[in-house]
Every structure is written in structure tokens, then in C-alpha cells.
């Protein structure tokens, strides 16, 4: 059984930054794609983004492309979200997944097997 821990949410300004871990532990990493995805207010969950289990494909949602990145360390079991030039919109429950069926070079959204609890990412002035 893997378990997922995400941090680092909070409230932060538009047009800052924030750095979202998410540690697992149970299970090695090497063979599970990792994703993040978010649930704003009144609205479904959405994907965000998602990294290979060899770490050599990303995917992001076009709301976020080019403000947030995904990174994994293996070694330290955990995966990352840094977003950038945050917007209002992007106010949400932030939870991070991992999938051991999309073990590859590449990911996508879907059914994820392990989720996390989520944290909370409040934008506003």
C-alpha cells in the first residue's frame, strides 16, 4: 500500500509562487506515474499534471502550462508541484496520485490507483 502526503498549501497572493511536496512512503516509487490534481469549489476534479515513472514525459493542463511544474525525486519519494504567476482561479484542493499502470514513458489522466489527502491552495489579495 503507497501512501501520499501533500504540504505546502496556503494562501498566497496572485502572481506568486508555491511549492507543493507530496512524500509517499509503503512503496518504492520507480514504477508509478505521478500526477497532481485539483478540486475548486463547486466544481469536478480536474487533472493538472502528471510525470512518467522514468521521469522523461510531463502533461499539463493547458490552464496551467507554463506557470507550473511537475518534478519527481525518487530518492526522497516524493513529487512536486511548483506553480508560478498564480491566478485566482487557481484556488482549489490540490491532491497528488500515483498509478502503477501507467508504468512507461509517458502519462496521462485517468484512473489513478493512490491519492492523497489534499491541501488546500487559497489565491487572493
Known amino acids: 500500500q503507497l501512501q501520499l502526503v501533500e504540504s505546502g498549501g496556503g494562501l498566497v497572493q496572485p502572481g506568486g509562487s508555491l511549492s507543493l511536496p507530496c512524500a509517499a512512503s509503503g512503496l518504492p516509487l520507480l514504477f508509478f506515474a505521478l500526477g497532481w490534481f485539483r478540486r475548486a469549489p463547486g466544481k469536478e476534479r480536474e487533472g493538472v499534471s502528471c510525470?512518467?515513472?522514468?521521469?522523461?514525459?510531463?502533461n499539463y493542463a493547458g490552464s496551467v502550462k507554463g506557470r507550473f511544474t511537475i518534478s519527481r525525486d525518487n530518492a526522497k519519494t516524493t513529487v512536486y508541484l511548483q506553480m508560478n504567476s498564480l491566478k485566482s482561479e487557481d484556488t482549489a484542493v490540490y491532491y497528488c496520485?500515483?498509478?502503477?499502470?501507467?508504468?512507461?514513458?509517458?502519462?496521462?489522466?485517468?484512473?489513478?490507483?493512490?491519492w492523497g489527502q489534499g491541501t488546500q491552495v487559497t489565491v487572493s489579495s
Open positions: 510525470i512518467s515513472s522514468s521521469g522523461g514525459s510531463t
Open positions: 496520485a500515483a498509478d502503477p499502470f501507467q508504468y512507461g514513458s509517458s502519462c496521462r489522466f485517468g484512473e489513478y490507483k493512490y
